[in-house]
C-alpha cells in the first residue's frame, strides 16, 4: 500500500458540460450530447453509405461534439499568428488546466511549487485542425495529379498554367500559412510543454500517447512521480479534439462505430459514437494536501498497468486486463470485491464490452469466492461519447464526484443488461435510476481504460477520510434522476395558423443541429411558452432530432395546406383550432400495446412502482398465483399472453 494521492482541483470541457459539475448532473439526468456531424466538421454527404463495404466511407453520422467554445488567447496573451498556426488542442488543454488549478486554490499558478510542479498529458494524433492544415504542403501533389489530368484532355500549356494558379490560390486559402510557430502547434510532445511555459512550471511536462488509455495513463505517472517525490504537484489529464476522417474511416472499416443507437454494457452493444474534450485533475500527496488545508475531493489509492502481450493490438484480452486490476488492488491494500462502482472504459462494441465485464467479474470473483454483492458499473462516455485520449481522465472526474456526493449513478445507454450483468452470480450490475451509497459499504470506485496497442491501466480511488458515508439524495439530484425520457412532447400554442407556420418554420431551422440531450432543453422551453388564450395548438412526439424535424415537416406541411385539424396518432401528431381551454385526458392502453413487468419509464416518475409492478407479477385480477411472473422471460412465461400480459397492462394504468 502507498501513500494516497489527493484529488485537489478539477476541471474539464466536455460536449454539454462546461465543469465538472455540469458533467455530473448529466450523469445523473443520463443526457447524451449526441447530434449529426456538424458541416462544419465533415460533410457527411462526402463520406456517409450504408454500404460497409465502400471504401473511404463511413456508415455512422453522430457524434457528440463541444459546441461555442472560444479560447480567450487575448487573456492568455497568446500572439494572433501563433494562435492560428497552432492545433486547438493545445489551447484548450492550456484553458482547462488553468481552470483547474484555479478549482485547486492555485489560481494563474500562484502558490505552486513551480521546480517541482509537473505536466502529464494525454493525446494521441495532436488534433484534426493540424492533419486539416498538412494538407495545404500536398499541394505539389494535387497539382501533378490535376495537370496530368487536363494535359490528357488535350488542354494546352498556357491554359492549363492558368487554371493551376487560380486553383492553387482556392486550394490553400482555408490553411494558415507555414510560419515559425507551426511545427511547435502541430505536434502533440508540445502541448504539455505550452502549459508549462505558460505557468512557468520546471518539474517537466511531456505527453503521453497509449490511444485511448492516454489520460488514465497520465494520471497513474503522475501518481507515481508524486510517490517518488519527483514532483510535490501533479497536472494530469487527457485532450482530444479529433473527429475526422483519418479517425472515423478508420474506426468504420474496424465495425467499432455504432451503426444504430450507442449502448453500453447492453446485449445489444454495437459500437461507439465518438466525442472529445478535455479533464485536468490536481494531484498531490494526500499529507501534503492536508498540512496546507486544501480540499480534497477524493485519493488515489491505487492504480495499474498492463499489457496484453501476445494479445491482438486492437482486440481486447481478458488475461491483459486482469493483471491491470490485480496490480491497482494489490498497491491500494484493499480488493476489488469492496468497491461498490466501476467506471468502466466501456465503449458499447460488442467484443470490448464483453471483455471487459468479464475481466472484473473474474476479478472480483477470484477475491471474494465466497460471493459479494454487485457492483455498479458505468462509463460516461455514454454521455458525451468515446473521447479517446480525454476519455480516461472523464471517468475519474465522474467517480471522484460518486464517491464524494456518495450516490450510485445510473447507467446510461443500458437498456438489455448484457448477460454477464445476469443471473444470481453475477458480479455486476447496471442501475436505471440512482441510489444512495449503502451505509455499510465503503466509498470506493475504480476506473478502467484501455487503447490500440493492448494497453490497459486501472486507478482506484476513494472518498477522503471525512466523507466515509453516504448522504440523502438532495432535491435537485431526485429530480435529475426522474428527468429521462424515452421521448419528448413538443407543444405549441398560436393565436392563428400563420403564426404557427412561422413557428414551425424557425424551429426547422436549427433542429436538425441539436443534441439528443437539448431535445428535452427544446421540450421544456416551449412547454414555458404555451398560453392559455391561444387558439391553435399542435403536440407531437419525438424522440430524436431526425424524428422531431420529420414531424415539424409534416405539420408545416398540414398547416400550410390550410387545414383545420390534423390527428396522426402512429406519429403522436395533434394539430386542431379549439374553443375552449383544453382539459388533460388520460389514455388507458388495451392489450394491443406492449406490457412491461418491470414498470419501464414508470420507475424513474414513481417511488412505488416497483412495488406495485411486483405485486402484478405475482398474482392477477382476481389475486390468484401467476400473473405476469414470465412477462420478461424470468420462468419461460408468454409474455403476450393474455393471462400475462392484461393483469401487467391493468396494474401499469391504474
Known amino acids: 500500500m502507498v501513500s494516497p494521492i489527493a484529488i485537489v482541483g478539477m476541471a474539464c470541457r466536455y460536449p454539454d458540460a462546461c465543469s465538472p459539475l455540469e458533467l455530473w448532473e448529466n450523469v445523473l439526468a443520463q443526457r447524451r450530447a449526441f447530434r449529426r456531424i456538424p458541416p462544419e466538421r465533415l460533410r457527411l454527404e462526402d463520406y456517409l453509405t450504408e454500404d460497409r463495404a465502400a471504401p473511404d466511407s463511413i456508415y455512422s453520422s453522430e457524434a457528440a461534439v463541444i459546441e461555442g467554445y472560444e479560447f480567450d488567447r487575448i487573456g492568455y496573451c497568446v500572439a494572433g499568428e501563433t494562435f492560428r498556426a497552432t492545433d486547438m488542442t493545445h489551447w484548450l488543454a492550456l484553458d482547462i488546466a488553468a481552470q483547474a488549478l484555479r478549482d485547486g486554490g492555485f489560481e494563474g499558478g500562484a502558490g505552486l511549487p513551480r521546480d517541482t510542479t509537473g505536466v502529464f498529458l494525454g493525446n494521441t494524433l495532436t488534433g484534426e485542425f493540424s492533419r486539416a492544415g498538412v494538407m495545404r504542403l500536398r499541394w505539389p501533389y494535387v497539382r501533378r495529379v490535376v495537370a496530368a489530368s487536363l494535359a490528357s484532355g488535350g488542354w494546352t500549356i498556357e491554359r492549363r498554367e492558368a487554371f493551376l494558379s487560380q486553383l492553387e490560390v482556392a486550394y490553400k486559402e482555408p490553411f494558415p500559412a507555414i510560419g515559425e510557430e507551426s511545427l511547435a502547434g502541430g505536434l502533440s510532445n508540445t502541448i504539455a510543454g505550452r502549459i508549462c511555459n505558460h505557468f512557468d512550471l520546471k518539474g517537466g511536462g511531456y505527453t503521453i500517447d497509449g490511444a485511448c488509455a492516454s489520460s488514465l495513463l497520465a494520471i497513474a505517472n503522475a501518481c507515481s512521480a508524486l510517490v517518488a517525490a519527483d514532483v510535490d504537484v501533479a497536472l494530469a489529464g487527457g485532450v482530444d479534439l479529433s473527429i475526422d476522417p483519418f479517425e472515423l474511416v478508420g474506426f468504420a472499416k474496424t465495425g467499432a462505430l455504432a451503426s444504430g443507437m450507442m449502448r453500453v454494457y447492453d446485449a445489444r452493444s454495437n459500437g461507439f459514437w465518438p466525442g472529445e474534450g478535455c479533464g485536468f485533475v490536481v494531484l498531490m500527496r494526500e499529507a501534503d494536501a492536508r498540512a496546507q488545508q486544501r480540499r480534497i475531493y477524493a485519493t488515489i489509492r491505487g492504480w495499474g498497468i498492463s499489457s496484453d502481450g501476445h494479445g491482438g493490438i486492437t482486440r481486447p484480452e481478458v488475461g491483459g486486463q486482469l493483471l491491470a486490476l490485480q496490480r491497482a488492488y494489490r498497491r491500494a491494500g484493499f480488493g476489488i470485491e469492496t468497491v461498490a462502482y466501476l467506471e468502466g472504459h466501456g465503449t458499447g462494441t460488442n467484443v470490448g464490452d464483453a471483455t471487459e465485464l468479464k475481466a472484473v467479474s473474474q476479478a472480483r470473483r477470484q477475491a471474494a469466492p465466497g460471493g459479494v454483492p454487485a457492483a455498479v458499473i458505468g462509463t460516461v462516455k455514454a454521455n458525451v461519447g468515446h473521447t479517446k485520449a480525454a476519455a480516461g481522465v472523464a471517468g475519474l472526474i465522474k467517480a471522484a464526484l460518486v464517491v464524494g456526493a456518495g450516490v450510485l449513478p445510473p447507467t446510461t445507454g443500458c437498456e438489455e443488461p448484457h448477460a454477464e450483468l445476469c443471473g444470481e452470480s453475477a458480479m455486476l450490475r447496471t442501475l436505471r435510476g440512482g441510489e444512495r451509497w449503502p451505509s455499510d459499504v465503503p466509498r470506493r470506485a475504480g476506473v478502467s481504460s484501455m487503447g490500440f496497442g493492448g494497453i490497459n491501466a486501472h486507478v482506484v480511488i ?74 391553435v ?23 400550410a395546406g390550410g387545414a383545420t385539424k390534423y390527428t396522426d396518432a402512429a406519429a403522436g401528431l395533434f394539430f386542431n383550432h379549439v374553443k375552449t381551454k383544453p382539459r388533460i385526458g388520460f389514455l388507458f392502453p388495451g392489450q394491443g400495446s406492449p406490457s412491461n413487468s418491470e414498470g419501464g419509464i414508470w420507475r424513474r416518475r414513481f417511488a412505488n412502482i416497483g412495488e406495485l409492478y411486483a405485486r402484478a407479477r405475482h398474482a392477477d385480477d382476481d389475486g390468484r398465483a401467476g400473473g405476469a411472473d414470465g412477462a420478461d422471460g424470468a420462468d419461460g412465461a408468454d409474455g403476450v399472453a393474455t393471462e400475462t400480459a392484461q393483469p401487467s397492462i391493468v396494474n401499469a394504468s391504474l
Open 462 to 535: 476513494e472518498a477522503g477520510a471525512d466523507e466515509t458515508h453516504g448522504r440523502a439524495l438532495s432535491n435537485r439530484e431526485k429530480t435529475l434522476l426522474a428527468s429521462p425520457q424515452d421521448a419528448e412532447l413538443f407543444l405549441l400554442t398560436a393565436t392563428d395558423t400563420n403564426e404557427l407556420l412561422r413557428q414551425t418554420e424557425h424551429l426547422l431551422t436549427f433542429v436538425a443541429r441539436i443534441s439528443r440531450a437539448e431535445m428535452s432543453d427544446l421540450a421544456a422551453h416551449l412547454e414555458g411558452q404555451v398560453g392559455d388564450d391561444e387558439r
Open 537 to 559: 395548438r399542435a403536440a407531437f412526439v419525438a424522440a430524436n432530432p431526425e424524428e422531431l424535424a420529420m414531424r415539424l415537416e409534416k405539420l408545416r406541411a398540414v398547416v
